[in-house]
């Protein structure tokens, strides 16, 4: 009898936590197997970049926008978010979304993807005041999702942990004045 067809075996590393350096509106925590890169495919933002994951080809891009105080340009950036993430219903099996709120007190919503679609993990967080985070993890790569699967759930859990840390510079600017 011919045996099933299997995966190759992938080894993870133990998590492992470095601080954001530069200038930024922002600061988190995130994996040290990501190379922090500027967003090439929008050079004149310089506050979004991509976590890369070399070993893996795996990108999280981050794309963040001043709120600046007003209720439309927030309401914009959600319904901006909510749209990239509807996007996928066509390949999606499911959309599992959930609200978060992080020890900084931050909000957001995390949306996990499954079945055959280009992002299996999307997120956004803001203050609603004056910051807004989004982020998503693309793979570039041909291999289907379920052989990926060890891989999507460590750095799902590396972006929970980004999301766990994440501080805006007002926020950080406080601490520092205590």
Do not use: C
Not at 110 to 135: I, K, M, N
Not at 156 to 162: G, R, S
């Amino acid at each position: 009898m011919p045996k099933p067809k299997g995966f190759n075996r992938i080894d993870l590393p133990d998590p492992a936590f470095a601080v954001l350096e530069g200038a930024f509106p922002y600061s988190f925590e995130h994996s040290k197997y990501a190379r922090v890169e500027p967003d090439t495919f929008n050079p004149n933002e310089k506050t979004w970049i991509n976590l890369h994951y070399p070993e893996w080809e795996a990108r999280v891009h981050l794309t963040y926008k001043p709120v600046d105080g007003q209720r439309s340009t927030l309401k914009a950036y959600l319904d901006d978010a909510l749209s990239l993430t509807s996007k996928h219903q066509i390949k999606a099996y499911g959309i599992d979304e959930m609200v978060v709120r992080n020890p900084a007190g931050l909000t957001g919503l995390v949306a996990e993807l499954s079945g055959e679609v280009p992002t299996q993990f999307q997120f956004f967080v803001t203050d609603s005041t004056s910051h807004f985070l989004r982020g998503a993890l693309y793979f570039n790569t041909a291999v289907r999702n379920d052989s990926l699967a060890p891989i999507i759930e460590f750095i799902k859990a590396d972006v929970m942990h980004l999301i766990n840390t994440l501080e805006f510079e007002s926020q950080r600017l406080s601490h520092l004045s205590k």
